[in-house]
C-alpha cells in the first residue's frame, strides 16, 4: 500500500491543459528532495493526480520525462548565464557566467547530475537545450577582451571555459573542492589567457 504523503496530489485545481507542466513539476520535486532512484511513474502519477495510464499520454516513458526534465534544466542554466552576463560590468561577463554556471550546480545539485547522465544526453531536446546553452556562453567569451589576445577561436574558448567551470562544479559537488573552487579556476584560465 501506498504511504500518504506519496500518492496524495498537490493542492491546485486539475486542470487537462496543466497536466504536462504537473507531471514535470512533481518529477523536479521528487528529483530534488528524494534523488532519481525515487523517482518512479505510478507514484508520480498519483502525486500529479491522474492515472497511471494518462501519464504515457504525455510521455512515452520515464526516459522520454527525464530528457524533458534536463532540457529544462539547460534552459534554466542559459537564462541565469545570460541574466548574468548581462548584468556584469564590461570585462567581467566571462567570469560572471561561470560563477552563475557553478551557482546552478549548486543551487540544483540533483537536476545538474541529470542534465550530464549518458542514458539521456543524447536525446534530441537535451543536445538542442545544451547547444543553446553552450551557444549564449560563446557569446560572451566572444564579447570578451581575452579573445583579442587569443588566436584559438570563440566556440574553442568557449567549450574549454565551460569544461573548466563544468569540472569545478561536479569536484564541488562530489565533496573533492570547496565553494572558492571557482574562482581559483577562474584565476587559472584569466592567467592563462593574460599570458598569451
Do not use: C
Amino acid at each position: 500500500m501506498e504511504s500518504p504523503d506519496k500518492a496524495a496530489p498537490r493542492r491546485g485545481a486539475y486542470q487537462i491543459g496543466n497536466v504536462r507542466a504537473r507531471l514535470l513539476d512533481e518529477a523536479l520535486d521528487i528529483l530534488e528532495h528524494e534523488g532519481l532512484q525515487a523517482l518512479n511513474l505510478r507514484d508520480l502519477a498519483a502525486r500529479a493526480g491522474i492515472t497511471a495510464g494518462s501519464l504515457y499520454h504525455h510521455f512515452d516513458g520515464k526516459g522520454a520525462l527525464l530528457a524533458e526534465l534536463a532540457a529544462a534544466g539547460f534552459e534554466e542554466l542559459r537564462r541565469r548565464v545570460e541574466r548574468a552576463g548581462g548584468e556584469a560590468a564590461e570585462g567581467g561577463r566571462v567570469r560572471a557566467w561561470a560563477l552563475a554556471y557553478f551557482g546552478f550546480a549548486q543551487d540544483r545539485p540533483a537536476l545538474y547530475g541529470l542534465m550530464f547522465d549518458p542514458a539521456i544526453a543524447h536525446a534530441p531536446q537535451v543536445s538542442a537545450a545544451r547547444a543553446l546553452a553552450l551557444q549564449t556562453i560563446q557569446v560572451f567569451v566572444e564579447g570578451s577582451p581575452v579573445l583579442s589576445r587569443a588566436s584559438t577561436p570563440a566556440d574553442k574558448i568557449a567549450l574549454a571555459v565551460w569544461a573548466a567551470a563544468h569540472g569545478a562544479a561536479s569536484l564541488t559537488l562530489s565533496g573533492a573542492g570547496g565553494p572558492e573552487l571557482m574562482d581559483d579556476v577562474i584565476l587559472g584560465l584569466e592567467g592563462l589567457f593574460l599570458r598569451r
